[in-house]
């Protein structure tokens, strides 16, 4: 916890410090709902789901009979909460010698590879068997990144040859996760946006060989970079179209001075957000946490 919100630093002293010194003012004025206003579209909370928690926040203002900015905040971060609750997060399980594969997707540099690494750690670290598949069969680099993550985490990594079909990498995986007995197979994906190739079909057919081999527990994960703002959404809206998305992971939410893309991706995709990551580190991820989210960005 204390590593989230050293983590989420930047983004409580960035844009959402601002819309804190909004409560610490005399009065509610038209002003203070203007700059909330602006504020908030500011931090990446995206003009719909800003423009939806206004009108929330002046019908309870009205039919509470809020005037204190301080009870203003108390609704605001109530509202933030309740959002974010819209879509709840449920830790992912794992069940002992039950096999959970995760796909985790995402466009390049978002930090998926990272994400995979992380997740390994994080299983193995508690005492799960775990399988990595290198699926990114384009990038040569992610693999050998990923192959020295595995050793790092003394985790396996099944990977193909350089631009073999993905769907092959994770059909092989699949049997060296289930000839070990693993509890999770986690599989890192292709990100790369061109147009003479289609990523979306090549993720529908990764799910099929999943489907074809048993149809076992499934976690599919999003990687967005929480730098990049509104085009997460974008992003998601692209995925969900191909997969089942499960959750979120929002990547990189140290380098962000933003910080609220999280409320309009779930207020919008009604997905969770399941994991944070705040840093370059095998360590730097966190299960999501909606209460110590808001609480970590406006106190
Ligand atoms: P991929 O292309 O989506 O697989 O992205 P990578 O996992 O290779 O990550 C891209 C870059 O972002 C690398 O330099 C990572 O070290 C960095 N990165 C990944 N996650 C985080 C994070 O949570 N915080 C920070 N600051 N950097 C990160």
């Given at each position: 916890e204390e590593k989230i919100e050293s983590g989420l630093e930047k983004s409580r002293r960035g844009i959402f410090s601002q819309v804190a010194a909004l409560f610490d003012?005399?009065?509610?004025?038209?002003?203070?709902?203007?700059?909330?206003?602006?504020?908030?579209?500011?931090?990446?909370?995206?003009?719909?789901?800003?423009?939806?928690?206004?009108?929330?926040?002046?019908?309870?203002?009205?039919?509470?009979?809020?005037?204190?900015?301080?009870?203003?905040?108390?609704?605001?971060?109530?509202?933030?909460?309740a959002i974010l609750d819209s879509a709840p997060n449920q830790p992912v399980e794992v069940n002992d010698g039950e096999l959970l594969v995760m796909l985790i997707v995402g466009v390049n540099g978002v930090g998926k590879t990272t994400t995979v690494a992380k997740l390994a750690h994080k299983f193995a670290s508690e005492g799960a068997k775990v399988v990595v598949g290198a699926a990114d069969t384009f990038r040569a680099a992610a693999i050998d990144q990923l192959q020295i993550w595995g050793e790092r985490a003394g985790v396996p990594v099944i990977a193909g040859a350089p631009n073999s079909d993905p769907a092959a990498v994770v059909h092989d995986a699949l049997a060296a996760a289930r000839?070990?007995?693993?509890?999770?197979?986690?599989?890192?994906?292709?990100?790369?946006?061109?147009?003479?190739?289609?990523?979306?079909?090549?993720?529908?057919?990764?799910?099929?060989?999943?489907?074809?081999?048993?149809?076992?527990?499934?976690?599919?994960?999003?990687?967005?970079?929480?730098?990049?703002?509104?085009?997460?959404?974008?992003?998601?809206?692209?995925?969900?179209?191909?997969?089942?998305?499960?959750?979120?992971?929002?990547?990189?939410?140290?380098?962000?001075?933003?910080?609220?893309?999280?409320?309009?991706?779930?207020?919008?995709?009604?997905?969770?957000?399941?994991?944070?990551?705040?840093?370059?580190?095998?360590?730097?991820?966190?299960?999501?946490?909606?209460?110590?989210?808001?609480?970590?960005?406006?106190?």
């Open positions: 003012r005399e009065e509610i004025t038209d002003s203070t709902w203007e700059e909330l206003e602006e504020l908030l579209i500011a931090a990446d909370v995206g003009v719909e789901t800003t423009l939806m928690l206004l009108d929330v926040l002046q019908d309870r203002v009205e039919a509470e009979r809020i005037r204190r900015p301080s009870e203003l905040r108390k609704a605001l971060k109530e509202e933030l909460q000839s070990r007995s693993a509890d999770v197979l986690i599989v890192d994906t292709a990100g790369r946006l061109h147009t003479k190739y289609n990523l979306m079909e090549e993720l529908k057919k990764i799910q099929r060989v999943i489907d074809r081999n048993g149809s076992p527990a499934q976690e599919n994960l999003l990687v967005l970079d929480a730098t990049t703002g509104q085009n997460g959404l974008v992003q998601a809206r692209k995925f969900a179209q191909a997969v089942h998305l499960d959750g979120v992971v929002l990547a990189k939410m140290d380098g962000t001075a933003k910080g609220g893309i999280a409320f309009a991706i779930v207020n919008e995709m009604k997905i969770p957000i399941r994991y944070l990551t705040t840093g370059e580190k095998l360590g730097d991820i966190a299960e999501f946490d909606s209460k110590d989210f808001v609480n970590a960005l406006l106190g």
